[in-house]
């Protein structure tokens, strides 16, 4: 059967259409996507999330309720901590794929604006939680929000953000027909299921109580980065392709574009974790925080199935440890290296993204919003910086 085709309508020729192509393709600065998009992504999270909650906006979040409300504190213990996060920035990739999306399938991304706060408040969520989990201490180069304000309303804030976009999900009723709100529904709630499976994975291989007996091989590391990172770059592409009225089958295929890429941008997020000048290690307190974590990436794996048994040993013996100790995360970031784990690892996120847009490539006619989407897809697996 042949792949089902978007639709875009244009006016150019092919001819023309495909040297104007050539000519943005070699113009693309993956930077200037990502901020082009920027400052109406924010203020678009402005828009749905009260910096300071009143009456009005708390009947909109919650319903009107039946005594007393104490605004100061909820101001104090829920939105002073959640735009304490989201005021410190962060690269918003997600919901720059969601906008990229609805431009490759013809529409406008004003059409799908709004959807980002689905994938961006629950993002930043679950950042508060795992930061909790990991006992990490810093984010976003400053002390994580459970150093700040304290591990109880750090975590009810956490949780608090994986409903609150609801409210701009209730709001689009009569908007957008009842299938797609249920639609929208469906795949929410599914990927909340996911994100929490992946994260009991990614617990269970370096949680010092609830360690896995068995190690996970390459298979198990790729399902828990699909649930976990993947799980909401596929949200957000399969909500911008529901918007966009596409079928079933094409709706499928962009989540799984998307999910590849987000596996590759997690598998270079480990990467970059072990370098010791990159912006991302310095933002979450130095070079080798996973290794102090004792967490399983593919470096590690790759290490323990191919390196020398005493090699693996070893890293085996420091990952317990969830040593602080600079020497003994230097030696173990050498035994990766020693046994290529880090140039394995890039290769995979090389193959899985090369995978992702081939497939997609057969489905999206030739405009500059698919060069756009190209230079981002190559953006998840090269990036250098924390951006």
């Given at each position: 059967?042949?792949?089902?085709?978007?639709?875009?309508?244009?006016?150019?020729?092919?001819?023309?259409?495909?040297?104007?192509?050539?000519?943005?393709?070699?113009?693309?600065?993956?930077?200037?996507?990502?901020?082009?998009?920027?400052?109406?992504?924010?203020?678009?999270?402005?828009?749905?999330?009260?910096?300071?909650?009143?009456?009005?906006?708390?009947?909109?979040?919650?319903?009107?309720?039946?005594?007393?409300?104490?605004?100061?504190?909820?101001?104090?213990?829920?939105?002073?901590?959640?735009?304490?996060?989201?005021?410190?920035?962060?690269?918003?990739?997600?919901?720059?794929?969601?906008?990229?999306?609805?431009?490759?399938?013809?529409?406008?991304?004003?059409?799908?604006?709004?959807?980002?706060?689905?994938?961006?408040?629950?993002?930043?969520?679950?950042?508060?939680?795992?930061?909790?989990?990991?006992?990490?201490?810093?984010?976003?180069?400053?002390?994580?929000?459970?150093?700040?304000?304290?591990?109880?309303?750090?975590?009810?804030?956490?949780?608090?953000?994986?409903?609150?976009?609801?409210?701009?999900?209730?709001?689009?009723?009569?908007?957008l027909s009842a299938e797609t709100i249920l639609k929208c529904y469906e795949?929410?709630?599914?990927?909340?299921?996911?994100?929490?499976?992946?994260?009991?994975?990614?617990?269970?291989?370096?949680?010092?109580?609830?360690?896995?007996?068995?190690?996970?091989?390459?298979?198990?590391?790729?399902?828990?980065?699909?649930?976990?990172?993947?799980?909401?770059?596929?949200?957000?592409?399969?909500?911008?392709?529901?918007?966009?009225?596409?079928?079933?089958?094409?709706?499928?295929?962009?989540?799984?574009?998307?999910?590849?890429?987000?596996?590759?941008?997690?598998?270079?997020?480990?990467?970059?974790?072990?370098?010791?000048?990159?912006?991302?290690?310095?933002?979450?307190?130095?070079?080798?925080?996973?290794?102090?974590?004792?967490?399983?990436?593919?470096?590690?794996?790759?290490?323990?199935?191919?390196?020398?048994?005493?090699?693996?040993?070893?890293?085996?013996?420091?990952?317990?440890?969830?040593?602080?100790?600079?020497?003994?995360?230097?030696?173990?970031?050498?035994?990766?290296?020693?046994?290529?784990?880090?140039?394995?690892?890039?290769?995979?996120?090389?193959?899985?993204?090369?995978?992702?847009?081939?497939?997609?490539?057969?489905?999206?006619?030739?405009?500059?919003?698919?060069?756009?989407?190209?230079?981002?897809?190559?953006?998840?697996?090269?990036?250098?910086?924390?951006?």
């Amino acid at each position: 059967m042949q792949p089902a085709h978007f639709q875009v309508d244009f006016k150019w020729t092919n001819r023309e259409m495909e040297d104007r192509l050539k000519e943005i393709g070699q113009k693309i600065d993956v930077q200037m996507v990502l901020t082009q998009h920027l400052r109406s992504i924010d203020a678009t999270l402005e828009k749905w999330i009260p910096r300071k909650l009143n009456e009005e906006e708390l009947i909109k979040i919650a319903g009107p309720q039946r005594y007393s409300c104490d605004y100061e504190a909820l101001n104090t213990v829920l939105f002073q901590p959640i735009w304490e996060l989201l005021d410190r920035g962060g690269k918003k990739w997600r919901s720059t794929l969601l906008l990229l999306v609805a431009e490759a399938l013809g529409k406008k991304a004003d059409d799908v604006l709004d959807f980002v706060v689905i994938t961006e408040i629950v993002h930043n969520g679950s950042l508060i939680i795992d930061d909790i989990e990991d006992e990490s201490d810093f984010r976003r180069g400053k002390p994580c929000l459970h150093k700040m304000m304290g591990v109880d309303v750090a975590i009810n804030a956490g949780n608090f953000m994986y409903f609150l976009p609801l409210r701009m999900l209730r709001e689009y009723r009569g908007k957008l027909s009842a299938e797609t709100i249920l639609k929208c529904y469906e795949l929410y709630s599914q990927d909340l299921v996911n994100l929490h499976l992946g994260q009991g994975l990614d617990i269970s291989w370096h949680g010092s109580k609830s360690q896995a007996i068995e190690e996970p091989n390459e298979a198990n590391y790729l399902q828990m980065c699909a649930n976990k990172t993947g799980g909401l770059a596929r949200l957000s592409a399969k909500l911008s392709a529901v918007i966009c009225g596409a079928s079933d089958a094409q709706i499928e295929a962009v989540g799984n574009f998307a999910e590849s890429i987000g596996v590759a941008f997690q598998i270079q997020d480990d990467i970059l974790n072990l370098v010791e000048d990159s912006q991302l290690s310095a933002g979450k307190g130095g070079a080798g925080e996973d290794i102090h974590e004792g967490k399983r990436t593919l470096m590690v794996i790759h290490v323990f199935n191919t390196g020398s048994p005493e090699h693996a040993a070893r890293l085996k013996e420091i990952l317990a440890m969830k040593t602080s100790d600079a020497a003994l995360i230097k030696e173990a970031i050498g035994i990766l290296k020693a046994n290529n784990g880090i140039e394995y690892a890039k290769s995979v996120a090389e193959d899985l993204v090369k995978k992702a847009w081939s497939d997609i490539d057969k489905l999206l006619p030739a405009t500059e919003a698919k060069q756009k989407l190209k230079a981002l897809t190559e953006f998840m697996r090269s990036r250098r910086r924390h951006s």
